[in-house]
């Protein structure tokens, strides 16, 4: 099949070609004869299936078979979760819209609003956008969304899981109400559903199967270790097989940074991105990163999706996600188009129940590799919740690293790790090292 055959126009056909793609993706074959004939569209599919093009594409093509007599105005709006997703979304829109007279804008928060401003004055097709700075100019009447005709919301769980679905409601509210509405995302929860519901005209469904679901390329691996002696094992695992190009995802951004600054102290270079970061400091992490100057990013699962970063060498899953299919999104990231790679997952005793769940997900067992010297202390044991105190700690695992939340009245803490070789004395707070009320902790975030 060619992306000609799907009906796209010359100068579509000609910026793809350009780009080095010879034959559409699965989502791509699908989803551009649907756009292209005007319909709403569901499409179940996570970055790294092409779905970018999928969208710009046929997008462009409507765009240009009603080019519009006098002052342009914006036609086509697509939201996304981060910056970085409106950034290369952007980037594919200018790119495959090179031969087409056709202008994009992308805008999103943590920059001066100043600039943005001005470039709406002159012409915008194309606005991509994330939400929150999208209201500002809304608010601040500085830009105006009467003329939309096609609407994407990519990665709409994400903008859900990030909080961004009142945001989105008020952006919606001004949109005109004839209109083309596209909408992607990697899962299909109940409350995606029940915006694509509220949103989407009779769409046709789309889905394409996760590229890595069945992750031949991968090699996984489970590194069994107690949590204290991560650190140490994931900087013994990278200078021993000297692993270059290493993404590592831990939960939290604290934890991120700390990581980060472990490697670093480790002789590593490492930075960590996530939310807090400023656009800068993201931008930069990731062109070193993708230079290989930088040998380790640490990033959170929010911060990492939609980066356009693929066929790494090593994905390190420092603490496993809570929600299963963000393990299959992680791992995603490695082995693409062929090459192979490799996932590590360092799992301490308290997140058995979330690996559990993830290889029921992947349906397979994945490679336990224990190292010599890492074994976990068999006297700590993840129990499940022993009294109150230790309730509502699921989610932030993780992120008090060496700094336990008090421990106190926990029956079982004699299993803290073997830092420092030493025998655990059976204590409920031993020099800094975390109670086993951590450890626990994980064991519930479900
Ligand atoms: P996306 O899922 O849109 O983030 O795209 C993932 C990666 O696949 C990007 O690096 C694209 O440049 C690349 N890509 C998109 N379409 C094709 C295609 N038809 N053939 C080969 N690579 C593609």
New binding site residues.
Partial sequence: MS?ASLGLSDELVRA?TE???????P??AQAIPVILKGGDLMGG??????????FTLPLLQRLMAKPVAGKAHIRALVLTPTRELAA?VEE?VRLYGKHLPLKSMMMFGGVNINPQIKQLHGRVDILVATPGRLLDHLQQKTVDLSHVEILVLDEADRMLDMGFIRDIKRVLAVLPKQRQNLLFSATFSDEIKLLADGLLNSPALIEVARRNQTAELIEQRVYPVDRERKRALLTQLIKDNNWFQVLVFTRTKHGANNLADHLNKEDIPAMAIHGNKSQAARTRALAEFKTAKLQVLVATDIAARGI?I?ELPHVVNYELPNVPEDYVHRIGRTGR?GSEGEASSLVCIDEKKLLHDIERLIKREITVVQVPGFEPDPRIKAEPILNGQNRGGGQRQGQGRGQPRSGGGQPRTGGGPRTGGGKPAGGASRGGVPSSAQHRSGGRGR
């Fill in positions: 992306f793809v780009r080095g793609y010879t034959e559409p993706t989502i791509q599919a996570q970055t790294g299936t092409g779905k970018t093009a999928g290369q594919s356009d693929s188009a």
